[in-house]
């Protein structure tokens, strides 16, 4: 594997520790959590404790400052053998860490942060609704000022980890009409009074991550809790998701290297006409497609990681993050379905881990905005020039 | 308190070693190196002396190449204080042999007087097995080699051993060698804060000529051979197939 951090002395041993825990820690448990769509909480301390959970918080908060680069390499490291645990990975970044960093208050940052540095506590980020995905300005889910408090009323649905966290990242309407410009993102604690966790929809992939319906009824915050000035909310949000996207893209080459690792095993050991299949040159093209794809994956991963830990303000930040989370997952997508075939039959029996990753794979196409929808900003901004 | 861990910088226990085509020794270009995984435990005991409030301060100390200081980043990514580094070669195929290694352990010891001295038991290259007792041999301190568990009460360390068919525990004086077997901990893993906060701690750098010690190899690497390919197993159809072939064996 061609190491696009091999010059770096302290990537690579954060990189070879993941490496270690994942091997002992997360790969024997990854078809289990899968299985039986459930992860083991014992999971948390190992990687609050390697800084993981809460890789963004800034060290001035006592975090460990991690940056975009280092979350991509835990993400991709992680995925390889749970797409599911590398959900812990940054588990509070587009939540927490981001929105305060760029966002929030002073004061919400010494009430919030150091928290959340410990890597203890999750957190969620709640924008869709039934009626609302791609198309943000649809949030129907109020918060009405009332004295020195909001009042939120509403419904959120496939919120991500909802279940484990103690702090949603709310986003609800402040203003009626105005589309975008009327929506406004709060903390919540989820323990507030009036919030209830309903179901948890099976899934097809990301099976041990629970993506759970939620209802808000005259849930009571402080005003304080308003994250950014009212009506920034979906500003805001897009400039945080553009900070994190590339993670997507992280977890998608995990996943894709996952794929890979094991066809290569099986096409060295699984013998037809009297020799390996690795043998047959139809399966070799196949072989060496994912390996490219993935190499060329990597390295726009870790390209657009670089030049946004270089210059997170830059105005072809969300152009180049929608880029490499669309590439990378549709990638994965691709290679995923080879490794699949590669096995044959056998790729198709939940025995092996492929056709895991070619579940696991197909949400990149999705969350955090639809290849669709990236493949419009990219367009956009294009074209705007 | 302070305690003194040497590190070696090894083949990864993961990498498949492979013999140099001349015979000479294993073939370390462009493989992957770690540090060595009992001086692995070794730190990891040393830093839960100082957790447990009874060791100040934790010096690793790495004696070969000029890379071994990203063995000694990881000891300090771990929780050590601070690093030595003693380059005694150019070429990562030269191993420093453990009289040499020994006698500049024990200039760095008269330098630093460390009450406590945690090595690995072996490195796993050469398992030469002899550099903590050639330490204590020259220092003219104790030894208790081997350990599974270890206890600083004062100016002693209870030590239990694993010697062949059991376990021993012994007491011995401080200053004193200790090495670390597999079984005297889990060594944790470096957390992405204390990696930021290792590239600030202090290491230094030394050479062997800084201590007056000639590592010229006293032994000489006659032939190096992997180990016999072991023949593919068979498959057996059924239960009475099975016995019938152990019986063939003379097994039962
Ligand atoms: C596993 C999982 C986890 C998730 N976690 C969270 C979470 O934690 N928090 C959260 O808020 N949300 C979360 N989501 C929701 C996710 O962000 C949305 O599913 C996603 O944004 C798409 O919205 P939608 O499902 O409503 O699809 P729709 O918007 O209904 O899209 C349907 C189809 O139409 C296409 N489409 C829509 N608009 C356009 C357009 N203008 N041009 C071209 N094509 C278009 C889409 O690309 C898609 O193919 C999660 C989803 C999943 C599956």
Redesign the interface.
């Known amino acids: 594997m061609l190491d696009t951090t091999e010059y770096d ?2 990537l ?3 990189r ?2 993941i490496r ?2 994942v091997e002992k820690d997360v790969a024997p448990i990854a078809a289990k959590i899968d299985q039986e769509d459930d992860m083991p909480h014992s999971l948390v301390p190992i990687f609050g ?4 959970i809460q ?1 963004m918080v800034p ?1 001035e908060y006592g ?4 940056t975009l680069t ?1 979350a991509c390499i835990a993400k991709e490291e992680v995925s390889r053998a749970s797409f599911a645990v590398s959900h812990l990975v940054g588990a509070t970044s587009i939540a927490m860490a981001l929105p305060l960093t760029h966002y929030g208050t002073d004061a919400q940052r010494q009430k919030y942060l150091p928290e959340i540095a410990e890597g203890r506590t999750l957190t969620c980020i709640g924008l869709t609704e039934p009626q609302t995905g791609s198309d943000v300005s649809g949030i129907k889910t109020t918060a009405k000022r009332d004295g020195d408090d909001y009042v939120i009323n509403g419904q959120k649905v496939f919120i991500t980890k909802a279940d484990q966290a103690k702090y949603i990242l709310l986003f609800a309407r402040t203003s009626e009409g105005k589309g975008h410009d009327g929506i406004s993102s709060f903390i919540v604690p989820m323990d507030s009074p009036g919030v209830k966790i309903g179901g948890s929809p099976k899934k097809m992939g990301l099976r041990g991550i629970k993506n759970c319906d939620l209802f808000f009824e005259n849930v009571r915050v402080p005003a304080e809790n308003l994250v950014g000035e009212e009506g920034q909310g979906f500003k805001n949000a897009m400039g945080v998701l553009n900070l994190n996207r590339p993670t997507v893209g992280a977890a998608s080459v995990g996943i894709a290297q996952g794929a890979l690792d094991a066809a290569m095993a099986y096409a060295k050991e699984r013998e037809q006409f009297g020799q390996p299949i690795g043998n047959f040159q139809l399966v070799q093209a196949m072989l060496a497609d994912m390996a490219i794809q993935i190499e060329a994956a990597r390295a726009l991963l870790y390209k657009v990681a670089a030049f946004i830990d270089r210059d997170p303000t830059h105005p072809q930040v969300p152009m180049y993050s929608s880029m490499i989370k669309t590439f990378a997952s549709d990638m994965a997508m691709k290679v995923t379905t080879d490794a699949v075939q590669v096995f044959g039959g056998a790729g198709y029996l939940q025995d092996h881990p492929v056709e895991r990753y070619m579940r696991d794979a197909k949400v990149c196409q999705i969350y955090e905005g639809t290849n669709q929808i990236q493949r419009l900003i990219i367009a956009r901004a294009m074209l705007k020039g | 308190m302070k305690v003194l861990v040497p590190v070696k910088r090894v083949i990864d226990y993961n990498v498949k070693a492979k013999v140099k085509s001349d015979g000479s020794g294993v073939d370390l270009a462009n493989v992957k190196m ?1 540090m060595n995984p009992f001086d692995e435990i070794a730190v990891e005991e040393a830093i839960r002396l100082k957790e447990a409030g009874k060791a100040e301060e934790v010096v690793a100390v790495s004696i070969g190449v000029k890379q071994a200081q ?1 063995t000694l ?2 000891a300090l ?1 771990m929780g050590a204080d601070r690093a030595i580094l003693v380059v005694a070669a150019d070429d990562v195929h030269t191993d420093i042999e453990p009289l040499a290694v020994a006698k500049i352990l024990k200039a760095i010891v008269d330098e630093e007087q460390p009450k406590l001295v945690i090595a690995g038991k072996q490195a796993i290259d050469n398992d030469m097995n002899a550099t903590g007792q050639m330490l204590a041999a020259l220092l003219g301190w104790g030894q208790a080699t081997f350990a599974s568990e270890l206890d600083i009460d004062g100016d002693a360390a209870t030590v239990t051993r694993e010697v062949d068919g059991g376990l021993q525990t012994i007491k011995v004086g401080l200053p004193a060698i200790v090495t670390a077997d597999l079984r005297l901990n889990e060594p ?6 204390n ?2 906060k ?2 600030k701690k202090p290491l230094d750098e030394k050479t062997a000529a800084d201590y007056g010690v000639d590592v010229a190899p006293r032994l000489e690497v006659v032939k190096t051979a992997e180990p016999p390919v072991r023949s593919a197993g068979i498959k057996v159809e059924s239960v009475d197939e099975l016995v019938s072939k152990l019986k063939e064996k003379g097994v039962v």
């Open positions: 002395e302290d690579i041993m954060f070879d520790t270690r825990m404790d390697l800084g993981l890789i060290e975090g460990p400052g991690g280092m | 770690s990203e980043r990881t990514a944790r893993y470096a957390s992405l804060p990696i930021m290792a590239k």
